[in-house]
């Protein structure tokens, strides 16, 4: 189908058409889902966030352009989708529909590929790593959230976000990357804090040795000792 370009370019001017049946640019929409033509996945993009436009075409959009962010996800599929979902001004049933398209399984690896995506908005990264935060046991989860948190070089916002999203953590690799920031001075307060407090709900040797060498380090900040101090607490709590 993807070599009928001029059966695709009639189906698009047909969905973008206002004075057309509403059902035939619904059934034009929904012709597209499955394309990776550039042209007509941005047509499909712009009716689904067209909020003049009627309810049941942007729905019909948004499921064909939904295919566009299954695995591997074009670039930019997700971002576009996330941003209608999240769309608090927006009308509820596109948003829901908008929010559907981005679940399963199979959409983790594509919100790895959001939450490194520096280009991509601070919501919308936001909401991509608090959403990783509930699938955390994936690997590939696990580890983009914990290269969030080392990464210096990005904002303050993300990281902290991120590291509450590995609260309760078993992943090793993440509780090493977890202890590495907390023991780093030269990192931001902010980061630290929320790390220490992510740490203080594992159960790693580690994580207490390193909190326990933060509480005890005269030379450190004397409000990241404090809040340390009664992570260690927690976590030896739960031991």
Request: aromatic letters at 4%; a neutral charge.
């Amino acid at each position: 189908r993807e070599g009928k370009g001029s059966k695709w370019l009639e189906e698009v001017k047909v969905m973008q058409n206002k004075e057309a049946q509403e059902s035939a640019r619904e059934i034009a929409a929904t012709a597209l889902a499955g394309t990776k033509n550039p042209d007509a996945l941005h047509a499909l993009a712009a009716v689904m966030r067209d909020k003049k436009d009627t309810v049941c075409v942007r729905k019909s959009a948004i499921k064909a352009f939904a295919f566009a962010a299954r695995w591997p996800p074009v670039r930019g599929a997700v971002e576009a989708l996330a941003a209608v979902a999240w769309d608090q001004t927006d009308t509820p049933d596109v948003r829901e529909c908008a929010a559907l398209a981005l679940e399963g399984d199979d959409r983790v690896w594509a919100f790895v590929a959001v939450v490194q995506d520096k280009n991509v908005t601070l919501g919308v990264r936001k909401r991509a790593v608090e959403i990783l935060a509930g699938v955390k046991s994936y690997n590939c989860a696990a580890r983009a959230l914990a290269a969030i948190v080392r990464d210096q070089t990005d904002t303050q916002d993300v990281r902290v976000c991120a590291a509450d999203a590995l609260f309760e953590t078993s992943h090793i690799p993440a509780t090493k990357a977890l202890v590495a920031v907390v023991r780093d001075k030269k990192d931001t307060l902010a980061v630290r804090e929320a790390v220490a407090k992510a740490l203080a709900r594992t159960r790693s040797v580690d994580a207490e040795e390193a909190l326990a060498a933060v509480a005890q380090d005269l030379g450190d900040h004397p409000r990241l000792r404090e809040i340390v101090a009664i992570a260690l607490a927690e976590l030896l709590n739960r031991s």
